[in-house]
């Protein structure tokens, strides 16, 4: 009789010790429970190791690592998996009780989609969530019940979340594991490459809570995650036309230079726009209603930016309600139309 989980959960832990407890609960609550979990800690220096080995559920596998990054860690827990399907889960985020069972209902009753993921809800890193900022956005995914991902969808970001995804473990034969010339978006390019030997599916469910952190891909890769992101996809042009792509040929990746930012730039004292903290990220912690974060944001972007009046008027845009913010907007359009016909 075969004793293998239907679902392996992988879960790659890097110093992730402050998240990891509650990330580790939200996965043993799940109503759906033949499965495994497998943390691979990563050559972590913090007290992860331990927060991990306090727990007494079998269901645990524990893989203490020397630090090898995040593709070389994913792959490593591919070989482990022993489950007919793979659930991949970040170590400082969420998933909702429902959330497994429902992936695997979808995957068993629509044999054609090889993985799906689900919509997500951001999260502050107090654990304070901003359910009106989700990925993708819900007119994306319209009123079906889900909605296939196809190649145009990647535009520029990828709809699907890498923490949310469940996928046949048989995929593995096709595309064995992540790519790790690729630094980041090493995700982007594994869906594309699935893409081509069955569909990939989001599921219109709100069900797993990212948490935004300073040690997040965008924070600590910078410009690279849009060379990484572009090239997934220019790599699945080249496999539509010759069969195969450069860094199946060549076998590495050249990176380009760095482009110049304002903070190696020399910009004067108040002059740096920080719009890393102002655009997305403050908008998330005011829906989230984080306003001890909000207060860190707002002080740390008029510290360094106080001489651009930009900086002002970006924080107090996004501090308005939004039917007043829209109103203007549909105000200065009026009156911009109308000067225009005169």
Known sequence: MDSSPRVSVIMPAYNAAAFVRAAVDSILAQTFV???????????TDDTQD??????????????????????????????????????????????????????TFLDSHPEFVLCATQIAF????????????????????????????????????????????????????????????????DIDMWLRMMEHGKLAVLNQCL??????????????????????????????????????????NGSITEPQAPTENKSNGAKPGRIYRSDLLNFPLSVHIDARDWLEVSQIVRHAIRQGWQLPEVYRTI?????????????????????????AT
Do not use: C
């Not at 107090?126 to 319209?142: D, E, V, Y």
């Not at 891909?217 to 572009?230: D, I, L, P, Q, S």
């Open 316 to 340: 107090l845009i996004q501090l308005l309600p939004g039917v007043f913010v829209r109103s203007i907007v549909k105000l200065k359009s009026w009156l911009r139309h109308q000067s225009s």
């Open 208 to 249: 797993s809570l990212h948490r935004l952190s300073s040690s997040s891909a965008t924070a600590v890769h910078g410009w690279k995650n849009e060379f990484y992101r572009e090239l997934a996809k220019e790599y699945w042009r080249q496999r539509q036309e010759n069969g195969s792509d450069q860094l199946e040929l």
């Open 34 to 44: 033949d499965f495994e979990l497998i943390i691979l800690n990563d050559g972590s």
């Open 123 to 186: 999260m502050t890193e107090r654990g304070k969530i901003a359910w009106n900022k989700r990925q993708p956005k819900t007119n994306w995914l319209g009123e079906a019940d889900f909605r296939e991902v196809r190649f145009k969808d990647f535009a520029p970001f990828s709809p699907v979340t890498h923490g949310t995804t469940l996928f046949r473990r048989s995929m593995l034969d096709v595309v064995p594991s992540y790519r790790d010339a690729f630094i980041t978006s090493e």
């Open 51 to 104: 927060i991990i080995e306090r727990y007494d559920d079998n269901r645990i596998r524990l893989i203490n690592k020397s630090n090898s990054g995040v593709a070389a860690t994913l792959n490593l827990g591919l070989t482990e998996a022993q489950g007919e399907f793979i659930w991949r889960h970040d170590a400082d985020d969420i998933s909702l009780p429902e959330k497994l069972a429902r992936q695997v």
